[in-house]
């Protein structure tokens, strides 16, 4: 009888750091409350909306726990994600590049409160959001037909025998 042996899946931890403007430059943006009638600069959300229709929606995410095998990006667009009803959650990214496949050795995770939100620049690799909660609801500003002509995933498990869990 002939049988193989399967490979098992490397879990790698990422410890997930509070979120800063200046932790998560290489990604994209932290956007967080400004007073009323404040002019445009650069502390605003720097958007590339412009390759189709906006689309600015609510969604409803059910708890998937922490590990991830897959990470996703966009290359047509800026995308927003921020959490209502002020709930922290969590988001692994590595920065955009070249290639085809995100840079394992700078990928980083992210603790992201509930009174901000993130721009991912155009290109960043993104895994989440992720939380502990049964679910959570997070409004999204990417283009209307993102996930259908702009979704490219690598997939860790395939191409490395690597799983990654933010702790």
């Not at 990604?27 to 009638?37: E, H, K, L, P, S």
Request: aromatic share 14%; glycine share 8%; with cysteine.
């Amino acid at each position: 009888m002939l049988g193989f042996m399967s490979e098992s899946i490397s879990t790698k931890q990422l410890s997930a750091q509070w979120v800063t403007p200046d932790n998560f430059r290489s990604y994209g943006q932290v956007i967080f409350a400004a007073v009323d009638g404040k002019s445009f600069d650069a502390e605003d959300a720097q958007l590339n909306l412009q390759n189709g229709i906006p689309r600015f929606y609510i969604m409803r995410l059910h708890h998937k726990g922490r590990k991830f095998g897959k990470i996703t990006r966009h290359v047509q667009c800026t995308q927003c994600l921020g959490s209502l009803e002020g709930k922290d959650w969590l988001m692994a990214v590595a920065p955009p590049g070249d290639s085809y496949k995100p840079s394992l050795e700078d990928m980083a995770a992210f603790r992201i409160p509930g009174n901000c939100f993130i721009k991912l620049d155009v290109g960043t690799w993104h895994a989440g959001p992720y939380f502990d909660a049964d679910f959570v609801d997070f409004y999204n500003l990417e283009l209307s037909n993102t996930n259908v002509v702009d979704h490219f995933s690598f997939d860790l498990v395939k191409n490395h025998n690597l799983e990654f869990e933010i702790v």
